[in-house]
Protein backbone atom coordinates (compact mmCIF):
# COMPACT_ATOMS: atom_id res chain seq x y z
CA UNK A 1 0.00 0.00 0.00
CA UNK A 2 1.49 2.93 -1.11
CA UNK A 3 0.48 7.06 -0.54
CA UNK A 4 -2.44 8.48 -2.18
CA UNK A 5 -3.41 12.08 -2.16
CA UNK A 6 -6.61 11.27 1.07
CA UNK A 7 -3.31 9.57 2.99
CA UNK A 8 -1.00 13.06 2.14
CA UNK A 9 -3.42 15.06 2.75
CA UNK A 10 -4.26 13.38 6.49
CA UNK A 11 -0.50 13.05 7.11
CA UNK A 12 0.01 16.66 6.31
CA UNK A 13 -2.76 17.80 8.67
CA UNK A 14 -2.11 15.71 11.19
CA UNK A 15 2.06 16.75 10.81
CA UNK A 16 0.82 20.43 10.90
CA UNK A 17 -0.88 20.12 14.18
CA UNK A 18 2.31 18.30 15.85
CA UNK A 19 4.62 21.11 14.77
CA UNK A 20 2.47 23.52 16.11
CA UNK A 21 2.38 21.63 19.69
CA UNK A 22 6.47 20.99 19.72
CA UNK A 23 6.13 23.57 22.68
CA UNK A 24 3.86 22.01 24.54
CA UNK A 25 6.19 18.98 24.06
CA UNK A 26 8.87 20.76 25.80
CA UNK A 27 6.51 22.17 28.25
CA UNK A 28 5.70 18.91 29.21
CA UNK A 29 9.78 17.34 29.18
CA UNK A 30 10.09 20.85 31.81
CA UNK A 31 7.29 19.88 34.18
CA UNK A 32 7.90 16.27 33.84
CA UNK A 33 11.39 16.50 35.09
CA UNK A 34 10.46 18.37 38.27
CA UNK A 35 8.86 15.26 39.22
CA UNK A 36 11.27 12.69 37.97
CA UNK A 37 14.97 14.66 36.93
CA UNK A 38 15.71 11.78 34.13
CA UNK A 39 13.42 13.95 31.92
CA UNK A 40 15.67 16.88 31.82
CA UNK A 41 18.17 14.41 29.92
CA UNK A 42 19.03 13.07 26.86
CA UNK A 43 16.23 15.51 25.10
CA UNK A 44 18.41 14.98 21.80
CA UNK A 45 17.29 11.83 21.19
CA UNK A 46 13.57 13.33 21.83
CA UNK A 47 14.12 14.84 18.42
CA UNK A 48 16.18 12.14 16.62
CA UNK A 49 19.45 14.14 16.81
CA UNK A 50 22.28 11.58 17.28
CA UNK A 51 26.03 12.39 17.57
CA UNK A 52 27.09 8.49 16.39
CA UNK A 53 27.81 6.99 13.10
CA UNK A 54 24.66 5.18 11.09
CA UNK A 55 23.86 1.72 12.40
CA UNK A 56 23.09 -1.05 9.99
CA UNK A 57 21.06 -4.69 10.53
CA UNK A 58 19.40 -3.74 13.37
CA UNK A 59 16.36 -5.41 14.43
CA UNK A 60 14.18 -2.61 16.28
CA UNK A 61 12.23 -3.84 19.36
CA UNK A 62 9.64 -0.93 20.88
CA UNK A 63 8.54 -0.99 24.24
CA UNK A 64 7.08 2.17 25.89
CA UNK A 65 7.63 1.48 29.46
CA UNK A 66 8.04 -0.63 32.54
CA UNK A 67 4.98 -2.75 31.81
CA UNK A 68 5.53 -3.16 27.87
CA UNK A 69 9.66 -4.16 28.62
CA UNK A 70 8.85 -6.85 31.31
CA UNK A 71 6.33 -8.40 28.63
CA UNK A 72 9.08 -8.43 26.02
CA UNK A 73 11.55 -10.34 28.52
CA UNK A 74 11.20 -13.64 27.46
CA UNK A 75 10.91 -12.34 23.75
CA UNK A 76 14.54 -10.95 24.09
CA UNK A 77 15.66 -13.85 25.70
CA UNK A 78 14.78 -15.96 22.90
CA UNK A 79 15.96 -13.72 20.05
CA UNK A 80 19.26 -13.41 22.13
CA UNK A 81 19.21 -17.46 22.62
CA UNK A 82 18.47 -18.07 18.91
CA UNK A 83 20.11 -15.41 17.48
CA UNK A 84 23.10 -13.64 19.46
CA UNK A 85 24.41 -12.02 15.93
CA UNK A 86 21.82 -9.70 16.21
CA UNK A 87 21.89 -6.44 16.95
CA UNK A 88 19.04 -5.02 18.93
CA UNK A 89 17.68 -1.81 19.34
CA UNK A 90 15.11 -1.78 22.28
CA UNK A 91 13.21 1.96 22.80
CA UNK A 92 11.06 3.70 25.05
CA UNK A 93 9.80 6.55 26.13
CA UNK A 94 9.81 6.88 29.99
CA UNK A 95 12.77 7.41 31.79
CA UNK A 96 11.41 4.01 34.00
CA UNK A 97 11.33 1.96 30.96
CA UNK A 98 14.66 2.94 29.74
CA UNK A 99 16.22 2.48 33.03
CA UNK A 100 14.34 -1.48 33.22
CA UNK A 101 15.83 -2.01 29.86
CA UNK A 102 19.41 -1.03 31.39
CA UNK A 103 18.56 -2.79 34.40
CA UNK A 104 17.53 -5.98 32.36
CA UNK A 105 20.06 -6.11 29.21
CA UNK A 106 22.81 -3.63 30.11
CA UNK A 107 25.13 -2.69 26.82
CA UNK A 108 23.63 -6.30 25.70
CA UNK A 109 20.97 -4.25 23.50
CA UNK A 110 21.37 -0.97 22.12
CA UNK A 111 19.06 1.95 23.84
CA UNK A 112 17.37 5.07 22.57
CA UNK A 113 14.60 6.90 23.23
CA UNK A 114 11.82 7.19 20.03
CA UNK A 115 11.29 10.39 19.02
CA UNK A 116 8.07 12.26 19.02
CA UNK A 117 5.99 11.86 15.82
CA UNK A 118 7.03 14.49 13.73
CA UNK A 119 8.28 13.73 9.78
CA UNK A 120 11.48 15.38 10.43
CA UNK A 121 12.44 13.33 13.54
CA UNK A 122 11.03 9.90 12.61
CA UNK A 123 13.07 10.24 9.47
CA UNK A 124 16.27 10.70 10.89
CA UNK A 125 15.27 7.98 13.56
CA UNK A 126 15.50 5.32 10.68
CA UNK A 127 17.76 6.80 8.48
CA UNK A 128 20.03 6.31 11.22
CA UNK A 129 19.34 3.19 12.80
CA UNK A 130 18.22 1.62 9.58
CA UNK A 131 15.78 -1.67 11.23
CA UNK A 132 15.85 -4.72 9.50
CA UNK A 133 12.30 -5.35 10.92
CA UNK A 134 10.16 -3.46 13.61
CA UNK A 135 8.55 -4.43 16.54
CA UNK A 136 6.22 -3.10 18.10
CA UNK A 137 4.87 -3.91 21.67
CA UNK A 138 1.24 -3.69 22.31
CA UNK A 139 -0.47 -0.27 20.91
CA UNK A 140 1.94 2.04 19.75
CA UNK A 141 0.23 3.17 16.54
CA UNK A 142 2.21 6.30 15.28
CA UNK A 143 1.02 7.35 11.48
CA UNK A 144 4.23 9.29 10.78
CA UNK A 145 6.38 5.97 12.23
CA UNK A 146 4.42 3.36 10.66
CA UNK A 147 4.53 5.41 7.36
CA UNK A 148 7.74 5.86 7.34
CA UNK A 149 8.49 2.36 7.65
CA UNK A 150 6.57 1.41 4.74
CA UNK A 151 8.28 4.03 2.58
CA UNK A 152 11.71 2.55 3.27
CA UNK A 153 10.14 -1.40 3.20
CA UNK A 154 10.62 -1.90 6.57
CA UNK A 155 8.46 -4.09 7.83
CA UNK A 156 6.56 -3.87 11.17
CA UNK A 157 4.73 -6.51 13.42
CA UNK A 158 2.89 -5.10 16.58
CA UNK A 159 3.32 -7.73 18.85
CA UNK A 160 1.23 -8.62 21.79
CA UNK A 161 -1.18 -6.38 20.56
CA UNK A 162 -4.16 -5.17 22.53
CA UNK A 163 -6.75 -2.37 22.33
CA UNK A 164 -8.88 -1.76 24.66
CA UNK A 165 -13.01 -0.40 24.00
CA UNK A 166 -11.74 2.63 25.82
CA UNK A 167 -8.55 2.97 23.12
CA UNK A 168 -10.90 2.12 20.22
CA UNK A 169 -12.59 5.09 20.84
CA UNK A 170 -9.92 7.73 21.88
CA UNK A 171 -8.74 6.92 18.48
CA UNK A 172 -11.87 8.18 16.44
CA UNK A 173 -10.64 11.05 15.81
CA UNK A 174 -7.69 10.13 14.12
CA UNK A 175 -8.91 7.30 13.26
CA UNK A 176 -9.08 7.69 9.38
CA UNK A 177 -5.26 7.90 9.22
CA UNK A 178 -4.57 5.81 11.82
CA UNK A 179 -6.47 3.27 10.02
CA UNK A 180 -4.26 3.66 6.64
CA UNK A 181 -0.84 3.61 9.03
CA UNK A 182 -2.24 -0.04 10.26
CA UNK A 183 -2.68 -1.59 7.15
CA UNK A 184 0.95 -0.64 6.20
CA UNK A 185 2.38 -3.27 9.00
CA UNK A 186 3.34 -6.84 7.59
CA UNK A 187 1.01 -8.57 10.96
CA UNK A 188 -0.66 -7.49 13.84
CA UNK A 189 -0.31 -10.32 16.64
CA UNK A 190 -3.23 -9.88 18.91
CA UNK A 191 -3.35 -10.88 22.49
CA UNK A 192 -6.89 -11.88 22.20
CA UNK A 193 -9.85 -12.66 19.31
CA UNK A 194 -11.21 -9.61 20.77
CA UNK A 195 -8.27 -7.07 20.41
CA UNK A 196 -8.37 -8.94 16.78
CA UNK A 197 -11.54 -7.93 16.18
CA UNK A 198 -11.08 -4.13 17.77
CA UNK A 199 -7.76 -3.79 15.30
CA UNK A 200 -10.04 -4.80 12.34
CA UNK A 201 -12.59 -2.31 13.43
CA UNK A 202 -9.51 0.46 13.79
CA UNK A 203 -8.91 -0.55 10.25
CA UNK A 204 -6.53 -3.41 9.71
CA UNK A 205 -7.34 -5.99 7.18
CA UNK A 206 -9.02 -9.40 8.57
CA UNK A 207 -5.64 -11.07 7.13
CA UNK A 208 -3.34 -9.05 8.97
CA UNK A 209 -4.78 -9.82 11.83
CA UNK A 210 -3.69 -13.45 14.03
CA UNK A 211 -4.03 -14.05 17.62
CA UNK A 212 -1.21 -15.58 18.95
CA UNK A 213 -2.04 -14.96 22.78
CA UNK A 214 -0.73 -13.24 25.47
CA UNK A 215 3.36 -12.88 26.14
CA UNK A 216 3.19 -11.95 29.72
CA UNK A 217 1.76 -15.36 30.02
CA UNK A 218 5.29 -16.60 29.45
CA UNK A 219 6.45 -14.60 32.38
CA UNK A 220 9.62 -15.70 33.61
CA UNK A 221 9.59 -16.32 37.03
CA UNK A 222 13.03 -15.52 38.96
CA UNK A 223 15.19 -19.02 39.93
CA UNK A 224 15.63 -17.86 43.27
CA UNK A 225 11.78 -15.97 44.03
CA UNK A 226 11.31 -18.62 46.90
CA UNK A 227 15.03 -18.07 48.61
CA UNK A 228 14.51 -14.31 48.44
CA UNK A 229 11.05 -14.41 49.71
CA UNK A 230 12.14 -17.03 52.54
CA UNK A 231 14.86 -14.40 53.39
CA UNK A 232 12.59 -11.01 53.33
CA UNK A 233 10.30 -13.28 55.75
CA UNK A 234 13.22 -13.86 58.46
CA UNK A 235 14.03 -10.31 58.58
CA UNK A 236 10.32 -9.09 58.91
CA UNK A 237 9.10 -11.78 61.41
CA UNK A 238 6.19 -14.49 61.52
CA UNK A 239 2.52 -12.00 60.79
CA UNK A 240 0.82 -10.99 58.19
CA UNK A 241 2.05 -9.24 54.99
CA UNK A 242 0.25 -7.42 52.63
CA UNK A 243 1.76 -5.43 49.31
CA UNK A 244 -0.40 -2.44 47.56
CA UNK A 245 1.61 -2.56 44.34
CA UNK A 246 1.66 -0.06 41.32
CA UNK A 247 -0.63 2.41 42.55
CA UNK A 248 -1.24 5.51 41.64
CA UNK A 249 -0.80 9.07 43.27
CA UNK A 250 -4.98 9.18 43.62
CA UNK A 251 -4.75 5.85 45.24
CA UNK A 252 -2.34 6.46 48.02
CA UNK A 253 -5.08 7.58 50.52
CA UNK A 254 -6.73 4.62 50.30
CA UNK A 255 -3.93 2.31 50.95
CA UNK A 256 -3.02 4.72 54.18
CA UNK A 257 -6.61 4.48 55.01
CA UNK A 258 -6.64 0.54 54.57
CA UNK A 259 -3.73 -0.04 56.11
CA UNK A 260 -4.58 1.53 59.43
CA UNK A 261 -7.97 -0.03 59.78
CA UNK A 262 -6.49 -3.69 58.60
CA UNK A 263 -4.01 -3.28 61.55
CA UNK A 264 -6.87 -2.86 64.08
CA UNK A 265 -8.21 -6.83 63.10
CA UNK A 266 -4.77 -7.93 62.32
CA UNK A 267 -1.97 -6.81 64.96
CA UNK A 268 1.54 -6.32 63.27
CA UNK A 269 0.74 -6.52 59.64
CA UNK A 270 3.08 -5.25 57.51
CA UNK A 271 2.50 -3.33 53.96
CA UNK A 272 5.08 -3.83 51.19
CA UNK A 273 3.98 -0.84 49.33
CA UNK A 274 5.35 -0.29 45.18
CA UNK A 275 4.19 2.94 43.86
CA UNK A 276 3.66 2.70 40.42
CA UNK A 277 6.37 5.61 39.55
CA UNK A 278 9.63 6.12 40.71
CA UNK A 279 9.15 10.28 41.84
CA UNK A 280 6.33 8.71 44.22
CA UNK A 281 8.85 6.37 46.11
CA UNK A 282 9.32 9.27 48.49
CA UNK A 283 6.54 10.83 48.82
CA UNK A 284 4.77 7.73 50.08
CA UNK A 285 7.36 7.17 52.37
CA UNK A 286 6.53 10.44 53.98
CA UNK A 287 3.11 10.24 54.06
CA UNK A 288 3.21 6.76 55.85
CA UNK A 289 5.61 8.33 58.70
CA UNK A 290 3.08 11.35 58.84
CA UNK A 291 0.65 9.05 59.60
CA UNK A 292 2.79 7.85 62.71
CA UNK A 293 4.19 4.16 61.48
CA UNK A 294 7.57 3.31 61.67
CA UNK A 295 8.69 3.31 57.47
CA UNK A 296 12.17 1.61 55.91
CA UNK A 297 12.91 1.50 52.47
CA UNK A 298 14.83 -1.08 50.10
CA UNK A 299 17.20 1.15 49.11
CA UNK A 300 18.14 2.21 52.35
CA UNK A 301 17.78 -1.25 54.76
CA UNK A 302 17.36 -3.66 52.03
CA UNK A 303 14.85 -5.46 53.97
CA UNK A 304 11.79 -4.55 56.36
CA UNK A 305 12.58 -5.21 60.06
CA UNK A 306 10.91 -6.82 62.39
CA UNK A 307 9.40 -3.65 63.94
CA UNK A 308 8.56 -1.77 60.55
CA UNK A 309 4.88 -0.84 59.98
CA UNK A 310 5.42 0.07 55.97
CA UNK A 311 8.14 -0.95 53.65
CA UNK A 312 8.53 0.83 50.49
CA UNK A 313 9.92 -0.96 47.76
CA UNK A 314 11.83 1.86 45.83
CA UNK A 315 13.66 0.19 43.36
CA UNK A 316 13.17 -1.27 40.15
CA UNK A 317 12.94 -4.42 38.50
CA UNK A 318 11.57 -6.38 42.18
CA UNK A 319 8.09 -6.48 42.24
CA UNK A 320 7.69 -10.03 41.48
CA UNK A 321 9.89 -10.83 43.90
CA UNK A 322 8.27 -8.75 46.58
CA UNK A 323 4.84 -10.66 45.65
CA UNK A 324 5.94 -13.51 46.90
CA UNK A 325 6.69 -11.73 50.10
CA UNK A 326 3.32 -11.52 50.30
CA UNK A 327 0.16 -12.78 51.48
CA UNK A 328 -2.20 -11.40 49.68
CA UNK A 329 -1.47 -8.56 46.66
CA UNK A 330 -3.47 -5.31 45.98
CA UNK A 331 -2.40 -4.41 41.99
CA UNK A 332 -3.01 -0.80 42.03
CA UNK A 333 -4.42 1.38 38.80
CA UNK A 334 -7.30 -0.30 39.47
CA UNK A 335 -9.14 1.96 41.60
CA UNK A 336 -9.13 5.10 39.78
CA UNK A 337 -9.47 4.61 36.16
CA UNK A 338 -6.14 3.80 34.96
CA UNK A 339 -7.35 0.10 33.61
CA UNK A 340 -5.21 -1.56 35.96
CA UNK A 341 -1.94 -3.14 35.50
CA UNK A 342 -0.07 -6.56 35.58
CA UNK A 343 -2.11 -9.35 37.26
CA UNK A 344 -0.13 -12.15 35.91
CA UNK A 345 3.27 -11.52 37.79
CA UNK A 346 1.31 -11.64 41.33
CA UNK A 347 -0.28 -14.40 40.03
CA UNK A 348 3.32 -16.34 38.32
CA UNK A 349 4.54 -15.32 42.11
CA UNK A 350 1.93 -17.29 44.17
CA UNK A 351 0.10 -14.64 45.86
CA UNK A 352 -3.66 -13.94 45.86
CA UNK A 353 -4.79 -11.17 44.24
CA UNK A 354 -7.08 -8.35 44.77
CA UNK A 355 -7.93 -5.03 42.83
CA UNK A 356 -10.43 -2.55 41.95
CA UNK A 357 -12.87 -2.29 39.71
CA UNK A 358 -11.33 -0.66 36.59
CA UNK A 359 -9.52 -2.95 34.88
CA UNK A 360 -10.04 -2.24 31.05
CA UNK A 361 -6.36 -2.54 30.00
CA UNK A 362 -6.57 -6.33 31.26
CA UNK A 363 -9.99 -7.15 30.60
CA UNK A 364 -9.64 -10.31 29.03
CA UNK A 365 -6.59 -11.13 31.34
CA UNK A 366 -8.61 -10.55 34.24
CA UNK A 367 -12.12 -12.36 32.73
CA UNK A 368 -9.77 -15.48 32.78
CA UNK A 369 -8.51 -14.80 36.63
CA UNK A 370 -12.20 -14.30 37.79
CA UNK A 371 -13.45 -17.57 35.56
CA UNK A 372 -10.61 -19.39 37.63
CA UNK A 373 -11.24 -18.41 41.05
CA UNK A 374 -7.81 -16.43 41.56
CA UNK A 375 -8.80 -12.82 41.89
CA UNK A 376 -11.02 -10.60 44.24
CA UNK A 377 -12.48 -7.37 42.45
CA UNK A 378 -13.35 -4.79 44.96
CA UNK A 379 -15.90 -2.20 43.69
CA UNK A 380 -14.18 0.87 45.86
CA UNK A 381 -12.14 1.32 48.77
CA UNK A 382 -14.39 -0.60 51.43
CA UNK A 383 -14.54 -3.78 48.89
CA UNK A 384 -11.16 -3.83 48.56
CA UNK A 385 -10.54 -3.53 52.21
CA UNK A 386 -12.81 -6.25 52.76
CA UNK A 387 -11.74 -8.31 50.45
CA UNK A 388 -7.91 -8.38 51.49
CA UNK A 389 -9.21 -8.73 55.16
CA UNK A 390 -11.22 -11.93 54.16
CA UNK A 391 -7.85 -13.52 52.71
CA UNK A 392 -5.56 -12.41 55.58
CA UNK A 393 -8.26 -13.98 58.16
CA UNK A 394 -8.14 -17.38 55.55
CA UNK A 395 -5.10 -19.18 54.90
CA UNK A 396 -6.69 -22.12 53.38
CA UNK A 397 -8.39 -19.75 50.53
CA UNK A 398 -5.33 -17.77 49.94
CA UNK A 399 -3.39 -20.87 49.27
CA UNK A 400 -6.52 -22.03 47.20
CA UNK A 401 -6.27 -19.00 45.07
CA UNK A 402 -2.89 -18.97 45.01
CA UNK A 403 -2.72 -22.84 42.84
CA UNK A 404 -5.45 -21.27 40.81
CA UNK A 405 -3.25 -18.71 39.49
CA UNK A 406 -0.09 -20.53 39.37
CA UNK A 407 -1.94 -22.76 37.11
CA UNK A 408 -3.39 -20.31 34.70
CA UNK A 409 -0.33 -18.71 34.13
CA UNK A 410 1.10 -22.28 33.20
CA UNK A 411 -2.11 -23.01 30.72
CA UNK A 412 -1.52 -19.68 29.23
CA UNK A 413 1.55 -20.09 28.35
CA UNK A 414 2.77 -20.46 24.34
CA UNK A 415 2.74 -17.11 22.80
CA UNK A 416 6.04 -16.50 22.89
CA UNK A 417 6.53 -19.69 20.43
CA UNK A 418 3.81 -18.78 18.13
CA UNK A 419 5.05 -15.26 18.18
CA UNK A 420 8.67 -16.25 17.57
CA UNK A 421 7.13 -18.48 14.66
CA UNK A 422 5.44 -15.27 13.18
CA UNK A 423 8.89 -13.18 13.17
CA UNK A 424 11.09 -15.74 12.04
CA UNK A 425 10.41 -14.68 8.49
CA UNK A 426 11.39 -11.16 8.95
CA UNK A 427 15.01 -11.85 10.62
CA UNK A 428 17.84 -11.10 8.44
CA UNK A 429 19.49 -14.14 7.61
CA UNK A 430 22.76 -15.00 10.54
CA UNK A 431 26.44 -14.04 10.44
CA UNK A 432 27.02 -17.77 10.20
CA UNK A 433 24.77 -18.54 7.42
CA UNK A 434 22.02 -20.13 9.32
CA UNK A 435 19.42 -19.08 12.45
CA UNK A 436 19.26 -21.37 15.40
CA UNK A 437 16.19 -21.86 16.66
Known amino acids: MRSDPIERLLRGLYSAALYLLVPVTVYHLIWRGFRH ?17 PHTGTLWLHAVSVGEVNAAIPLVAALKRGRPDLRLLVTTITPTGSERVRALWGHDVEHV ?6 PGAISRF ?9 LIMETELWPNLLFGCRDRDIPVVIINARLSERS ?37 RPEQVVETGNLKFDVMVPPAL ?28 AVLSIHRRLRN ?16 FRMVAEQARVAGWTVTTRSRAQWPGQDDDVFVVDTLGELMQFYACADVAFVGGSLQPIGGH ?15 PHLHNFAEIS ?25 LADPAERERMAEAGRALVETGRGALAQTMVLLQPLLPASNDGHGRG
Open 265 to 280: RFPGLLLLWAPRHPER
Open 168 to 204: LRGYRVLAPLVGRALRTVRAVAAQSMADAMRFVRLGA
Open 226 to 253: EDFAAECRSHCGARPVWIAASTHEDEEG
Open 113 to 118: YLPYDL
Open 342 to 356: NLLEPAAAGTAIVTG
Open 367 to 391: RRLLDATALLVGQDEAGIEAALAQL
Open 126 to 134: LDHHRPHAG
Open 37 to 53: PAYFMRWSERYARYHDR
